[in-house]
């Protein structure tokens, strides 16, 4: 019997070529590498703020993500990868972010029930969009979330640590946009007037704003349409209907950046696309990733933890693009990274191999990292993995140390003479060439 994947009519079967899913990337080792520095880099950083991990499944009840994110998102609307288990009938979705899954294990575990939590998050997301660059199917984000603070500190604290972040990298050239949403009555009011003013203005729609009338003319504000832009440039603005407490919550905001030097520009159109937010929203744009330039986003998100079920918990988070922070960092600051690696081993002849495994292990007793050499070969392009390793120097077993009790170490990064040293010093020997003063006689 032939399975749909190897159906085939004629003679021989031929396989399908397996590939990976479109918007669907494989990182490989040398890149790895960049990943590991800069997951190192955040995960410091974000400890210096206090903030300790969280992980959550990559799998929710599709449920949450409509209540959470909102129905009428793009999100919900077209990008999840939502399928129904076979086995029994759940409703589940790949996470198109983490703040919703956060929210959940929140109110699950009444994490906020003693105090307020810094959390952090880092791992793949899903959204089914059309791929591009620097916009996937899957992706990395680092999510930080304060659940259970009030602002505007929290609020400001966020940019603040961002900006920094930034320099820790070395990046430049990554700019600020704030906007403040009021509160949910304060928008409401405000659609109120946008409806009716973009009522007055009917002949001047084009079909999508016709159609989006009433469902979400906020979205007629980001039309591209050169027709509309003057129309849409007087539309009411939603500052126009803030509260006095949003107005001060704003107020506190920019005050404490602007103490901070954090340098911020006020765009009244930047609403993001995720239906939680109140209050301060975020973004931290690049010019030098083409049109994917956000490189992270996020706001305060007071009323969700009551609408997923939980206590009303005010909050406030961000996710950045992995993806594009790395492609930034690589293209802003070029760096080279090396694996971090002591010693390569290398061996040649009658009975080495064993000895070497041994002496491999002992070298990483001492606490050297340490790769054996693996996959045979001649003692020449045994010399040359060494030298592509990345490894500070090579222990070179032959039958010669083998029968004498010694290993040869040849520095492999800087001049130096290969030495003959006796296999228990061995460590030593290496510990005093990677980090000693003097020369080693
Ligand atoms: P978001 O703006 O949808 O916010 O995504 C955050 C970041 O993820 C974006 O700024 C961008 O860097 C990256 N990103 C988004 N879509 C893609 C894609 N298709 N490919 C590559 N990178 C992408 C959120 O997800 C909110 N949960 C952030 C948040 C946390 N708000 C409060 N807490």
């Excluded at 900006?163 to 070395?170: H, V, Y």
């Excluded at 990554?174 to 946008?194: K, M, T």
């Excluded at 129309?231 to 500052?239: G, I, K, Y």
């Excluded at 107020?251 to 340098?263: A, Y």
Aim: glycine residues 10%.
């Amino acid at each position: 019997m032939s399975s749909p994947e190897t159906a085939n009519s004629g003679k021989a079967t031929k396989l399908k070529k397996l590939q990976a899913v479109k918007g669907m990337n494989d990182v490989l080792p040398q890149e790895g590498l960049h990943w590991e520095h800069m997951e190192t880099t955040l995960r410091d950083w974000l400890s210096s703020y206090g903030y300790r991990m969280i992980k959550t499944p990559v799998l929710e009840d599709t449920a949450l993500f409509r209540r959470g994110i909102g129905e009428v998102t793009d999100i919900v609307e077209k990008e999840m990868f939502s399928f129904i288990d076979r086995l029994n009938g759940d409703e589940l979705t790949l996470r198109p972010e983490f703040t919703a899954g956060i929210a959940r294990a929140t109110i699950e575990h009444n994490l906020t029930y003693a105090s307020p939590q810094r959390v952090y998050a880092m791992g793949p997301v899903f959204r089914h969009e059309r791929p591009q660059r620097g916009r996937y199917r899957q992706f990395n984000q680092l999510d930080v979330e304060a659940l259970g603070f009030e602002g505007p500190d929290l609020d400001a604290e966020m940019m603040v640590m961002l900006s920094r972040l930034w320099e820790n990298l070395g990046l430049t050239g990554v700019r600020l946009e704030i906007n403040c949403l009021g509160e949910a009555s304060e928008r409401l009011a405000h659609r109120q007037a946008l409806i009716s003013y973009f009522e007055q203005h009917q002949d001047l729609l084009d079909e999508d704003a016709k159609r989006r009338l009433h469902s979400n003319p906020l979205r007629i504000l980001d039309t591209k349409n050169p027709a509309m832009q003057a129309m849409v440039n007087s539309a009411p603005r939603l500052s126009e209907f803030l509260g006095e407490a949003s107005k001060a919550h704003y107020e506190g905001v920019k005050q404490l950046l602007s103490d901070r030097g954090v340098q911020f520009n006020e765009n009244a159109r930047l609403v993001r696309g995720l239906d939680y937010y109140n209050l301060t929203v975020f973004e931290w744009i690049t010019d030098m990733l083409g049109s994917q330039g956000t490189i992270c986003g996020g706001g305060r998100y007071d009323g969700l933890i009551e609408i997923l079920g939980g206590k009303p918990t005010p909050a406030i988070g961000f996710a950045i693009g992995l993806e594009r922070l790395l492609e930034l960092y690589l293209e802003t600051i070029k760096p080279e990274v090396s694996p971090d690696l002591d010693v390569y081993v290398v061996y040649q002849g009658e009975g080495t191999s064993r000895r070497a495994f041994s002496l491999a292990e002992e070298l990483r007793d001492a606490g050297l990292t340490v790769v054996l050499h693996g996959g045979g070969g001649g003692f020449k392009s045994q010399m040359k993995k060494a030298d592509q390793s990345g490894a500070m120097m090579a222990v070179i077993l032959g039958e010669d140390e083998l029968s004498n009790g010694t290993a040869s170490v040849k520095p492999l990064r800087e001049e130096g003479k290969q030495l003959v040293v006796p296999q228990e010093t061995l460590a030593e020997a290496i510990f005093e060439l990677l980090y000693g003063e003097g020369e080693l006689s």
